[in-house]
Nanobody, 127 residues
Framework: QVPVVESGGGLVQPGGSLRLSCAAS????????VGWFRQAPGKEREFVAG????????IYGNSVKGRVTMSRDNTKKTLYLEMSSLKPEDTAVYYC????????????????????WGQGTQVTVSS
């Protein structure tokens, strides 16, 4: 088990920006697979972004493509999700998911493929 902690959520106005952070104890973001997911009340969990570090590039969910960027810091200990042009429909709890494995590419957007999850951070987009 890898303890995962997200932070950075909050209230932001439509059109605003927000940066979420994810840290995983004893884990560096240069191995395995990481993903960001979100879940709004009454809705199913939705894939936001993810990638395998050893090969491939970041993939993004259709609803956030062009407005979201996933990155990591130079120490590779913190993962970021930078969001811009936020909309009320982006309101959700955002989760960071980590797997020590190189997931098959087609499963990167699949939440059940990840073994470790954070508790989530609330993002509310409202005026």
């Amino acid at each position: 088990q890898v303890p995962v902690v997200e932070s950075g959520g909050g209230l932001v106005q439509p059109g605003g920006s927000l940066r979420l952070s994810c840290a995983a104890s004893g884990f560096t973001f240069d191995i395995g697979t990481v993903g960001w997911f979100r879940q709004a009340p009454g809705k199913e969990r939705e894939f936001v972004a993810g990638r395998r570090w050893s090969f491939g590039s970041t993939i993004y969910g259709n609803s956030v493509k062009g407005r979201v960027t996933m990155s990591r810091d130079n120490t590779k200990k913190t993962l970021y999700l930078e969001m811009s042009s936020l909309k009320p429909e982006d309101t959700a709890v955002y989760y960071c998911a980590v797997s020590p494995r190189n997931l098959i590419a087609s499963t990167i957007p699949t939440g059940s493929a990840y073994e470790n999850w954070g508790q989530g951070t609330q993002v509310t987009v409202s005026s």
